[in-house]
T-cell receptor, first 110, second 113 residues
Framework: KNEVEQSPQNLTAQEGEFITINCSYS?????LHWLQQHPGGGIVSLFM???GKKKHGRLIATINIQEKHSSLHITASHPRDSAVYIC????????????FGKGTKLSVKP | SQTIHQWPATLVQPVGSPLSLECTVE??????LYWYRQAAGRGLQLLFY??????ISSEVPQNLSASRPQDRQFILSSKKLLLSDSGFYLC????????????FGSGTRLTVV
């Protein structure tokens, strides 16, 4: 079993829909990251969380440390949000090495 | 802010040929540097990390090696590529300390034929 599991693997939405992507992990962590990977492959860091909730524009990320679970929400989704969203965790005590989920491929249709 | 330059963006190499991928970092000093690989249908996996010049740690046994000849330069190499080396290679940088996030390069898509 992977240490970081994401669901769903693939997600298709209509423009304007509210989207939720889930991430569960099984190790002790010092931080959790949400990343966005576009078709060309480049990765952009969206959020770094160690507790609570963060918001940036239409994106909201939450984490529940006790339940070892995080969610990424996109409000009023748009076709430009189409990308692969990756959850990654930094294990406590590591040299900053990340453990990545396999990603959720999101496609937003106009 | 940090910027990572990674090249080339795509590469097609024959089996048995050598490999050299380079990653340079701007806007910071003494970062932790990482090489990750994403094989088809799988998540990114850590290959090497470095906490300083000449200091390399390997996470998985493989056909690849890494070097850090300068503070902001990280190189991934192979003497003889295998088909299984195909994948997406990503360089990342992070300042020390829990409050710092990661900066990622644009990646190199390697196809070994």
């Amino acid at each position: 079993k992977n240490e970081v599991e994401q669901s769903p693997q693939n997600l298709t939405a209509q423009e304007g829909e509210f989207i939720t992507i889930n991430c569960s992990y099984s190790v002790g962590i010092s931080a959790l990251h949400w990343l966005q990977q576009h078709p060309g492959g480049g990765i952009v860091s969206l959020f770094m969380l160690s507790s609570g909730k963060k918001k940036h524009g239409r994106l909201i990320a939450t984490i529940n440390i006790q339940e070892k679970h995080s969610s990424l929400h996109i409000t009023a989704s748009h076709p430009r949000d189409s990308a692969v969203y990756i959850c990654a965790v930094r294990k406590g005590g590591s040299q900053g090495n990340l453990i990545f989920g396999k990603g959720t491929k999101l496609s937003v249709k106009p | 802010s940090q910027t990572i330059h990674q090249w080339p963006a795509t590469l097609v190499q024959p089996v048995g040929s050598p490999l050299s991928l380079e990653c340079t970092v701007e806007g910071t000093s003494n970062p932790n540097l990482y090489w990750y690989r994403q094989a088809a249908g799988r998540g990114l996996q850590l290959l090497f990390y470095s906490v300083g010049i000449g200091q390399i740690s390997s996470e998985v046994p493989q056909n690849l090696s890494a070097s850090r000849p300068q503070d902001r330069q990280f190189i991934l190499s192979s003497k003889k590529l295998l088909l299984s080396d195909s994948g997406f290679y990503l360089c990342a940088s992070k300042m020390g300390g829990a409050n710092y996030g990661y900066t990622f390069g644009s990646g190199t898509r390697l196809t070994v034929v």
